[in-house]
């Protein structure tokens, strides 16, 4: 796709989201004035940014709900929820849209007829003028009329005021067909206009003439919102402004008037040295190139004299007496004033992918740098060769120090908030609660939480489904919460936090709660669990048995929230984030869902260990101790094997047998390796320990996406490569 | 033609489109400070009107209409009343 596609793709995406949120914001504000101009310019820039490329039936769309749009705001037509509707369905129609021009650059072949029937019904509001605000605009009898310019002459209707309107277009409106001269003229009420032109024209010759470089400035007797309709589709270039010639002082006086005024509060601020000697000549320019010359306040030019004098430390008056100099700190050495700054947004919008390429280039150079300590041991086995190992060693720790400060800068890179994610939902509860008739409200705290890009773009799926689940199992009809005595409207909160290394999302609701006593019974009945294991079960315990895999509590299969893939799934998809899944309920009272996940998916401290043929990484700080124990110290329960270490049972884990490697010949020692996994510790019985080693863990993909016993994979200093082992699943598959 | 060119003079007449820029900027860069008649000038693009101001050119109108080529004057502006 080329580059100004691909920005169009990306840009009208970013507009849809602010449009949404514009929407639903409106639908409990209708007469909100920002967020109908907020949702106007997101239109109107998605049509502009349109018109670059031949998408017609999607112009002619998106110019009908901008229609609508400026309707509504002139106040012609009511905002309503049947307009709210229509639009949220020209945006999902937006959605598809851009969907097959990312992958084929095309719009469907569907797109004229499905444009024609939704710009019909879009426009069918305008007509229909349906609801319209009755009540007078009085803003603009309320406004207060600024003062008419000198450069204008005095018009028919001056004294009661006109507007002035000051229309800049853009450098390339002669390529989206725009002809601004033409809307002046057409313009309702125009009195007078005037050309604006550019400070320096280029000699003819070099002159573009298809990049317009002059503005207008045009007085009419419309009312406001009439020019604004006019001028809807260039409302971004447009101001109005309400001016009215009177008796009071003319525009420039009252600027000097202004100017003054301002001069003399700054000279009231105490100042010392250079500071008050540039004031003390600043304010006698003022004085002598403006103040004199015009018909100022007296008010402002007396204060003015009496100030400098004040800071001067002499009497005010036109004939000073000389006194002694004023008591001023000795002239510090300033630095010279920098040159004012452009002004700049701060931000650069950066393709995703080239961060992810810089970031790769980070993880290369920390697994290269990983390699030195292996140069540094086979230096040591070189005669005469201690100096070139202290050598390397001082190299590595250079080389250590620059590419964790690279890591962590381009970490903070990849940061973004996770309210990008958590807002969108809210579309989703409005549309699933009114499909089932309930009333839900969707709350979102913490949306400011940052996480790394990896982990939020991820967030998505688990989160629809866990808030898809609160509205269609938990949160209760009107009548049934009205019955429990609970408000009718029911909520669901996601709430967002920091805590430790971790991004935390809670989804809570106030529903029906979860009732522990079905999940057990759905789990003995589907051989999940043994009713032995059940006993000796807390009861948040029981209630952790939903994430197992087949379980799902509701009898009626819910074309919403889908077919009792949920829970098990949501949980697989967590722990491949490398995160935890936990859930607490209160019968009759609602859930929470507690999603706890890694900030960054990016660099991980492992401890390596070696099973079979394999090396496997272990994260460190899932590591409790490593040990050697004999075997003749293993007991056994059953199938079960552990081992007492400090007076903790441990049990094990035999890493040969889970990854159906051949045993070994009756070794001597064991290695044993105790990790904690949400708070319980088990011993990995592994073959050899290997050092810890600083990777870039990149999560599995592909087939072998579906191995929970892998967190990712991750490249090592030599080329080969590492299994991260994803310790809850190894601990779990053992267990069960 | 909307667009009449001599060596002394261009002559714009009725609706004048954006693109009548591609004959007219030659014509004003090669005559500086040319004369353009807009006595029979109806209407102009806005690209036109810019190139005219940009160009200095020497604007003629012997039409005693008061209309929009007011603004190709000294002021640039165009008082309707």
């Given amino acids: 796709m080329n580059s100004l596609l691909d920005q169009f793709v990306s840009e009208c995406r970013d507009l849809i989201e602010t449009s949404s949120r514009a929407l639903l914001a409106l639908e409990t504000d209708t007469e909100n004035p920002a967020q109908i101009n907020e949702l106007f310019r997101a239109i109107h820039t998605i049509k502009g940014a349109s018109g670059l490329f031949d998408f017609k039936p999607l112009t002619s769309c998106v110019h009908a709900g901008e229609d609508l749009l400026d309707a509504v705001r002139a106040g012609d037509v009511a905002f309503n ?26 719009l469907p072949s569907d797109a004229q007829e ?94 573009d003439p298809f990049m317009l470089k002059i503005g207008f400035r045009l007085v009419s007797s419309a009312t406001v919102p009439d020019l604004e309709k006019h001028f809807s589709y260039d409302i971004d270039d447009v101001s109005i402004e309400r001016i009215a010639a009177t008796d009071g002082p003319s525009a420039i006086e009252q600027l000097a008037d202004d100017i003054l005024q301002s001069q003399a509060a700054l000279l009231a601020t105490p100042q010392t040295g250079v500071a008050a000697e540039n004031i003390q000549k600043s304010a006698a320019d003022v004085v002598a190139r403006v103040g004199r010359n015009l018909n100022v306040s007296d008010d402002a030019v007396g204060d003015l004299d009496a100030t400098i004098a004040d800071v001067r430390g002499e ?97 903070q890179i990849r940061m973004v908030p996770v309210g990008s994610v958590l807002s969108r939902f809210n579309r989703l509860v409005r549309d699933m609660s009114r499909k089932l008739g309930k009333d839900i409200r969707y709350v979102v705290d913490g949306e400011d939480t940052e996480a790394d890009k990896a982990i939020v773009d991820e967030l998505s799926d688990p989160i629809v489904h866990l808030i898809r689940n609160s509205i269609d199992h938990g949160i209760e009809d009107p009548t049934e919460r009205a019955e429990a005595d ?74 919403l929230s889908g077919r009792g893939v949920g829970m098990d799934v949501v949980a697989s998809m967590v722990r491949r984030l490398g995160g935890q899944i936990s859930i607490d309920s209160e019968p009759g009272l609602g859930a929470r869902v507690t999603l706890s996940l890694p900030l960054s998916m990016a660099v991980q401290q492992l401890m390596m260990v070696e099973v079979g043929d394999g090396l496997y990484g272990v994260p460190v700080d899932s590591v409790v101790e490593s040990q050697k124990i004999s075997p003749v110290s293993i007991r056994r329960h059953r199938d079960a094997e552990m081992v007492l270490l400090r007076d903790r049972l441990i049990p094990l884990v035999r890493m040969r047998d ?5 045993a070994q010949d009756d070794p001597e020692t064991l290695s044993v390796m105790v990790v904690d996994v949400n708070g319980h510790e088990s011993g990995l019985v592994v073959d050899r320990f290997h050092p810890g080693v600083d990777a870039i863990v990149k999560p599995m993909s592909g087939v072998l996406a579906n191995y929970d016993c892998y967190s990712g994979t991750a490249l090592l200093g030599d080329g080969s490569i590492l299994l991260a082992l994803n310790l809850r699943e190894i601990v779990e598959c053992q267990y069960h | 033609m909307p667009i009449s060119l001599t060596d002394t003079e261009a ?30 000038c109806k209407s102009a693009h806005t690209a036109v009107v810019q190139l005219l101001i940009a160009a200095k050119a020497n604007i003629k109108n012997n039409s005693e209409t008061n209309d929009w080529r007011s603004i190709l004057s000294n002021s640039n502006s165009y008082l309707l009343q």
């Fill in chain 1, 114 to 207: 499905i444009s024609a029937a939704l710009s019909t019904r879009l426009r069918d509001y305008i007509s229909d003028g349906a609801g319209v605000n009755d009540a007078d605009d009085t803003s603009q009898q309320t406004e207060v009329a600024a003062p008419w310019p000198d450069d204008i002459p005095v018009l028919e209707g001056a004294e009661t005021g006109l507007s002035l309107i000051t229309y800049t277009p853009g450098e390339t409106t002669f390529f989206a067909g725009g002809d601004p001269l033409r809307t002046v003229l057409a313009a309702p009420g125009l009195l007078w206009m005037q050309v604006v032109q550019p400070d320096d024209w280029p000699d003819v010759d070099q002159l």
């Fill in chain 1, 658 to 662: 889970l990854f159906q490697c051949d």
């Fill in chain 1, 81 to 106: 929820s049947g307009i709210a509707d229509l639009l949220l369905e020209m945006l999902d129609r937006l959605v598809e849209w851009l969907d097959s021009i990312e992958d084929s650059e095309t």
């Fill in chain 1, 486 to 559: 609970k408000p009718k409207q029911g909520t669901i909160r996601v709430s967002a936090f920091n805590k430790d290394d971790s991004v935390v999302i809670e989804i809570t609701d106030d529903g029906k709660g979860i009732a522990v006593d079905k999940v057990v019974k759905k789990a003995l009945e589907r051989g999940l669990i043994d009713a032995e294991r059940v006993n000796a079960m807390s009861a948040n315990e029981k209630l952790q048995l939903i994430f197992l895999p087949g379980l799902s509590t509701k009898e009626e299969v819910s074309d």
């Fill in chain 1, 315 to 411: 009497p005010a008056g036109n004939d000073p007496a000389p006194v002694d100099k004023p008591q001023v700190a000795e002239p510090e050495k300033q630095p010279a004033a920098a040159p004012a700054k452009q002004r700049s947004s701060g931000y650069l919008r950066v393709d995703s992918d080239r961060i992810d390429a810089l970031m790769n280039l980070a993880g290369e150079l920390i697994v290269a740098k990983n390699a030195m300590p292996f140069l540094a041991r086979k230096a040591e086995n070189i005669e005469d060769g201690r100096e070139l190992v202290r050598e390397i060693k001082m190299q590595h720790n250079t080389i250590n120090r620059i590419a964790e400060e690279l890591q962590a800068a381009i970490m």
């Fill in chain 2, 11 to 40: 002559v714009l007449s009725g609706d004048i489109d954006i693109t009548d820029v591609d004959a007219l900027h030659p014509w004003l860069t090669e005559h500086r400070g040319g004369t353009v008649d807009l006595t029979d």
